[in-house]
């Protein structure tokens, strides 16, 4: 995993919804379809039964690969989809951790990581040129069974990705120093993603072990320090060897392209690919049945809530009770209306997050749930509580209604996981990777809706009983519980031994003699929507963007009101006022306003940001009416009843609690302070540990009253929907909505005046990393610099290639990934470049940070470089449209900030009108590093003697006397 997708071990603790691809962290933290004629009903409808039509009419088209199998074994499947100017291109590995050898866990990672640098005929870093360069991207993932690596690309650049490919597949290149800077690179993965955060330990490291008994899945995926240092050259030379071969691979091609072409350049780059006439080897364990429940206790240090899992060995993906196991998750814990939510989180109030998550992997699969404690609750009241609900399913059948809610949920979330061609790719490939059958991401959809009641109930008794129960309790570790360890030499079915020896040695070729790549075709022009545009009676102003695609539609309701309206002293109450739509109004009860959402297949929630708050709602279009009436409901008439709010509050404290746990979080929650100080940019947006039990219902209903208004409100709608159905939809939802008599709020200097940058160190004693943070005020979203600033960010700190990227993680192997971000708003934003690292490298990792900045404004980017920072971000544009949602937030972007809609066609040719003088002007002008400030979190004996010889006036402030309420942090 190169970057931010996700993979390894951990992959199995997400929830997974019906297709695997798709998925929500489990941390805190085809051809189109008509459009369906909506059911509508007046706005008096709203005061009616709290029943809700279930959905009758989505269908989800099929994936319509085309196959064929080459001579040398490799299958190929192909999709043409005419509605897009990209094609996806995705290479699935039938290897994966399980397939580590004895002594190298986390080996499969670390190879996925090397197969991205150079081939006989490719220099290092030349795909990121090929990819990324162009507008496109590229990313791998490693998971238990597989090893992926995916491509998206204006379709004019196809060929040159199949001949990469190819390449990569055919001749890679690794040499001493690349291998041992890629090692480091993972080192570093592994410190960010298992010890740095709090439950990383917990469902990266212990969680398969107690799961696993004999099967190498029992092993972390992204392996331990130690084996990664056992590595060798050697080893990765005769893994390449073992497994890298074309019948071992399959090539999936999805998007706008020429099939004949298409067919031409595979068998020119991929056909004379030679097979191996040698075995694999043999690795098909076989999971003994578990004779016995089994139970331990883990800790770890920074763990702000104590954590229960309980795991129960069910069945392999291509088993038939999978359907039945995988809607039973769905009514266990998906939604606010599921079991596990009501009675944990809402009923007892005993934790703060509550769900489940199913893993079906290609040679066996559990499901486990799990709860993060809130409060004074202890770990046996989660533990009792989660077998509570679980015997509920072995004693009793599940009604009808949480019957049908869950396939609708499943099914509308299986639509949306098809919007895009990448998408598309990925769940056939997941269909291939563990079934061999590319029917099956189809056929699942049909075995879903055959699921009843008597099913689940059979596999409840089956599978998920008190015999059976795996039982894991992770506490903080303090002195007298120290920090467990991670178990180490474990046994695998693959030894060193069973690799193929090495191939011979390649190099990359002269210059001249290298086979150049392909150039890059004739241009596909993205288009957008045409954009309608209406203004109800009472104000409210509606936005239509329509598409062709897939059958779904999405809603956005914005106001002009934000965190940085928070009055002092209530920082968070924007938020908290967002979130408490969904819990009441004065006709629905909160677990009815979420079972209604849910039997509608719907999304319905609303969040607030700095300058703006957002309403969403994404539904299938035959049931898009009823969810926007729905939404008006909520928007409405929240009843803000005082027991909800509690409710909320608790479990925002206890979000609070963890996101103070993990370094990068503390971070950027104290980075406004550091930059605005006491202005209301400064204050936390999702509160602090004082500000948000002090948050009153009347302080809700003021602030909702105030800026929750029609005349300061956009409606968006996006996807399947005609201009003149959405003026229908809005007038009956909003049309009636009157203007209340209170004035409007309004904020004035939200920035507040500019303050003396500072350097602050967080100690965080134990911190599995460092988080470094380089900030500074920018510009407002209608500033002449926006435009030249988002291009030099990109070029800092954008992607895999840009500066800080390549000096940090590229180079010196001293991150896992360094980035930068452009945070505009509609006053002065803040700019920052930020990373993680070891905690002995922090002062050193500030440095390059800071030099990069200071070089930004001292000279110039070359054409040549800046040429591929801007395709990025037109790339980046082009696929954010493919989606709905995605659509509809910049369109309702571009109102909030109050620009001409004609920005959203104009967008491409202004970032590409960007010049390097440009550059270089706005970021001496804006970024100069005299007026940066550093944020470190971190462990801070390791780094703080270094940092104040290079800052004598660094501020040092201990964890536990944080005070984020205060301009000062103090």
């Known amino acids: 995993m190169r ?55 989505v269908e989800v088209p099929p994936l319509g690969f085309e196959r064929r199998v080459l001579d040398n074994g490799m299958e190929v499947y192909t999709a043409l989809d005419r509605n897009t100017s990209n094609v996806a291109v995705q290479v699935w590995y039938r290897v994966g951790s399980k397939d580590d050898p004895q002594g190298r866990s986390g080996f499969a990672h670390l190879f996925e990581h090397l197969l991205f640098k150079a081939t006989r005929n490719m220099p290092e870093e030349t795909l990121d040129r090929l990819t990324e360069d162009v507008g496109g991207y590229n990313n791998a993932f490693t998971a238990d069974d597989v090893t992926a690596y995916h491509e998206v690309v204006p379709a ?10 190819a390449e990569r597949l055919g001749s890679l290149v690794v040499d001493e120093d690349t291998f041992i800077s890629e090692r480091d690179v993972v080192k570093n993965e592994y410190r960010q993603r298992i010890l740095a955060s709090p439950y990383g330990r917990l469902f990266g490291l212990f969680m398969p072990q107690m799961i696993y008994q004999e099967h190498p899945y029992r092993r972390p995926g992204i392996g331990s ?38 067919d031409g350049w595979i068998d020119q780059y991929f056909a004379p690919l030679e097979r ?17 429940p089994r139970e331990a206790t883990f800790y770890a240090p920074n763990v702000p809530l104590p954590a229960v899992v309980l795991s129960w060995p069910t069945v392999a993906y291509d088993h038939p009770d999978r359907a039945a196991l995988t809607v039973l998750d769905g009514i266990l814990s998906t939604g606010e209306s599921s079991r596990m939510y009501r009675s944990l989180v809402y009923d007892q109030q ?9 893993d079906f992997a290609q040679q066996a699969g559990y499901l486990a749930a799990y709860s993060l404690m809130a409060g004074e609750a202890t770990p046996e009241q989660g533990i009792a509580s989660i077998q509570a609900e679980i015997a509920r399913f072995r004693n009793e059948r599940v009604t009808d209604a949480e019957l049908t809610e869950a396939k609708n949920e499943l099914i509308a979330g299986a639509l949306r996981e098809r919007e895009t061609t990448d998408q598309r790719a990925s769940a056939l490939g997941w269909a291939l990777i563990m079934t061999g059958d590319p029917a099956t991401a189809d ?55 069973d690799l193929a020896p090495a191939g011979e040695l390649v190099t990359l070729a002269p210059e001249a003699e290298r086979v150049p790549i392909p150039e890059p075709g004739a241009p596909l022009e993205p288009v957008t929507p045409q954009i309608s545009e209406r203004t109800l009676a009472n104000g409210v102003r509606v936005l239509v963007a329509p598409t062709g695609g897939l059958p779904l539609i999405s809603a956005r309701l914005s106001f002009d009101a934000g965190t940085a309206d928070d009055p002092q002293g209530r920082a968070g109450l924007a938020g908290l006022t967002a979130s408490m739509i969904n819990q009441g109004t004065s006709r629905l009860s909160p677990p009815e306003i979420a079972t209604q959402i849910e039997q509608l297949g719907a999304s319905i929630g609303a969040g607030a940001g700095v300058d703006f ?29 005082a027991e909800e709010l509690e409710r909320q509050q ?39 540990l004082t500000t948000v039990p002090a948050i009153t219902r009347d302080d809700l209903a003021a602030f909702h009253t105030a800026n929750w208004r029609p005349s300061t409100a956009t409606l968006v709608f996006s996807g399947d929907i005609t201009p003149e159905a959405a003026w229908a939809l809005a007038e009956q939802a909003f049309g009636d909505w009157a203007e209340p008599s209170a004035p409007t709020a309004t904020v004035d200097d939200s920035a507040g005046a500019a303050l003396a940058p500072r350097v602050v160190v967080i100690d965080q004693p134990g911190a599995g990393q460092a988080a470094v943070v380089a900030a500074r005020r920018s510009v407002a979203r209608d500033d002449a610099d926006y435009y030249p600033l988002l291009v030099g960010t990109n070029l800092l700190g954008g992607g895999y290639s840009s500066r800080l990227n390549q000096e940090i993680r590229i180079k010196r192997g001293l991150s896992y990934g360094a980035g930068a971000s452009l945070g505009a708003r509609a006053d002065q934003g803040v700019f920052t470049a930020s990373t993680q690292t070891p905690n002995e490298n922090a002062v050193e990792v500030a440095g390059l940070i800071l030099a990069e900045l200071a070089r930004l404004s001292a000279e110039p980017a070359s054409e040549a470089e800046l040429g591929p920072r801007q395709a990025t971000i037109v790339g980046g544009f082009g696929r954010s449209l493919e989606t709905v949602d995605g659509l509809g937030s910049w369109v309702a972007n571009l109102a909030l900030y109050d620009l001409p809609m004609s920005d959203l066609a104009a967008y491409a040719g202004r970032v590409n009108a960007v010049t390097p003088e440009e550059v270089q002007a706005a970021a001496g002008r804006v970024l100069a590093v005299d007026g940066i400030s550093l944020v470190i979190v971190g462990d801070a004996s390791l780094f703080i003697d270094d940092l104040r010889a290079a800052y004598p006036d660094v501020e040092v402030i201990p964890l536990d006397q944080l005070n984020l309420d205060s301009a000062t942090l103090r």
């Open 613 to 641: 708050t957002n309403v969403y709602a994404n539904a299938p279009a035959d049931v898009f009416g009823q969810t926007l009436t729905l939404m008006a409901e909520l928007v409405r008439d929240p009843a803000f009843a």
């Open 276 to 292: 191996p006439d040698r075995p694999m080897p043999a690795n098909d364990v076989a999971e003994p049945d578990i004779t016995g």
């Open 3 to 57: 970057l931010s997708t996700k993979g390894l071990k951990e992959i199995r603790m997400f929830k997974r919804h019906l297709i695997v691809t798709a998925a929500a962290t489990a941390l805190m933290m085809g051809a189109a379809l008509p459009a369906v004629a909506f059911e509508t009903a007046p706005a008096s409808a709203r005061a009616a039964s709290a029943q809700v039509q279930a959905p009758a009419g």
């Open 443 to 497: 056929n699942e959809i049909a075995a879903i809706q055959a699921v009843t009641a008597a099913d689940i109930q059979r596999v409840a008794r089956r599978y998920l009983t008190p015999e059976r129960t795996i039982t894991v309790r992770y506490l903080n570790a303090d002195d007298a519980n120290p920090p467990s360890e991670q178990v180490l030499n474990v046994t695998a079915p693959v030894t060193l031994d």
């Open 156 to 165: 004019n650049h196809l060929e040159r990705i199949l001949f990469a490919e």
């Open 350 to 358: 005993i934790a703060a997050q509550a769900s489940s998550m199913p």
């Open 225 to 262: 320090i130690e084996d990664l240092d056992a590595a060798t050259l050697d080893d990765v030379l005769r893994f390449h060897e073992t497994y890298y071969r074309p019948d071992n691979a399959i090539l999936i091609v999805a998007g706008n392209f020429d099939q004949a072409q298409l």
């Open 650 to 688: 608790s479990q925002a404290m206890d979000g609070l609690r963890v996101a103070l746990s993990e370094p990068g979080s503390i971070a950027s929650q104290s980075v406004g302070r550091v930059i605005y100080g006491a202005a209301p940019y400064g204050a936390p947006g999702s509160g602090t």
